[in-house]
Each structure stands twice: as structure tokens, then as C-alpha cells.
């Protein structure tokens, strides 16, 4: 089997949705054998596409501040793996970005995710994350995505992904409204991710890989 370094430079040339993304292949993945923390989001936008840089952006900035951490700490590997749905740019539609596209997720994340053995929290950010996580078969009574996020404990030991589970809304400003809508969000859920990410940051100096 392959180690992860050897996954992640197959993941770096892969080239299986190139004739449906619209700026090319650009896979934007970050990952290590000791990352603590395992954050599946939805897919790179434009500004990370350009950069290659996962999450530098705004969306970025909202979710570092929402986990109480710096951008030396979510970009140390070691800390953190950002493993998205969808590794590429989709492109953009009438409403904002395309969907991840479907190859990706069922491609790589078997491969990819066992190699992270140290996981303690895993992070299920936007609708296709927790779609393809927290199934209805495995929770047939899932509501909407404010409904899941609310019931959060609910999820908090789903037997598909490593440690603690935790759906979280995306992080984009445009959802500054739902954000306003859900008090609760800030109030209780908020802490409590902190909480779990203190506790994942203070033991990755601890693995040697």
C-alpha cells in the first residue's frame, strides 16, 4: 500500500476531472501522518485555485477564528489535514461556485483517510460533507443543514470518520445572515469547537511519525 507522501504526489498529477473543470486541475490537499485534525469542506474556490493555498480566503479566516486558532497553527500539517469533497476548482455557476465534482471524494478519501491514524476531531464543513458522512441510512432522521449543525452531539461519535465528529455550516460571509438567524451557533457551538481543537493542538507535538 502506499504511504501517504506517495498518495499525496498521486493526488498532486491527478488528472480525472480535467475535461469538466473549466480553469484546469489544480488539487489542493494538506495533509500529514500526525495531523490531529481532519477537515473535510467542499472544494476550493477561485482565490485558493490561483494561490494553492487551502482556505486563504475569507471563508478561511471565518472558519481559523471559529476554531480559536492562528494561521501558523492550521497550516502546520501536523495539526491539521484539509482533506476537501472536491480537490479542484469546480468553476462557477449562476449562484456562486460549482458543486465539488463527484469523482473525487469516492477516488481518494478511502485511500487518504485511513493514513491519518492520530485524528482525534474531524470537521464536516457545508452540505456535501455531511451528506456523504452522516447518511441518511446511518441517521435516517437528519434534518436540514441548521437541524444538523443544531444536533451536533448527535454525530459527535460517527463510526465512518476518526474522533470527534462536528458538522459545521461553511464559513463564507455570505452566511453572515444564517450566522445572525442562529445565536446558538456563537453561543454554545462555537465554545465547544474550541474546546476540541485546544485539545487536538496541545497533543501533535507529542506524534512522532
Not at 115 to 134: E, F, M, N, S
Not at 172 to 180: A, H, Y
Request: hydrophobic content about 30%.
Amino acid at each position: 500500500m502506499p504511504s501517504l507522501p506517495q498518495l499525496l504526489r498521486e493526488v498532486a498529477h491527478c488528472r480525472t476531472c480535467e475535461a469538466h473543470l473549466p480553469h484546469g486541475p489544480r488539487p489542493v490537499v494538506q495533509a500529514h501522518p500526525s495531523s490531529r485534525i481532519l477537515i473535510i469542506g467542499q472544494a476550493p474556490g477561485r482565490r485558493v485555485h490561483e494561490s494553492g493555498i487551502p482556505w486563504n480566503d475569507p471563508s478561511g479566516d471565518n472558519l481559523r477564528r471559529w476554531m480559536g486558532i492562528d494561521r501558523d497553527t492550521f497550516y502546520d500539517p501536523k495539526t491539521c489535514a484539509l482533506v476537501p469533497m472536491g480537490f479542484c476548482y469546480p468553476g462557477t455557476g449562476k449562484s456562486g461556485d460549482l458543486p465539488p465534482r463527484k469523482e473525487c471524494a469516492p477516488q481518494w478519501h478511502p485511500q487518504l483517510l485511513p493514513k491519518l491514524k492520530h485524528v482525534g476531531l474531524t470537521l464536516l464543513i457545508g452540505q456535501y460533507a455531511q451528506t456523504q458522512y452522516l447518511t441518511k441510512t446511518a441517521y435516517p432522521n437528519r434534518g436540514n443543514l441548521t437541524d444538523t449543525v443544531k444536533n451536533w452531539r448527535t454525530y459527535a461519535t460517527a463510526t465512518d470518520l476518526p474522533g470527534t465528529t462536528i458538522p459545521l455550516p461553511h464559513p463564507s460571509p455570505r452566511n453572515i445572515r444564517w450566522q445572525k438567524a442562529n445565536p446558538w451557533f456563537e453561543k454554545e457551538l462555537v465554545p465547544a469547537l474550541q474546546h476540541h481543537v485546544l485539545a487536538q493542538t496541545r497533543c501533535h507535538l507529542s506524534i512522532d511519525p
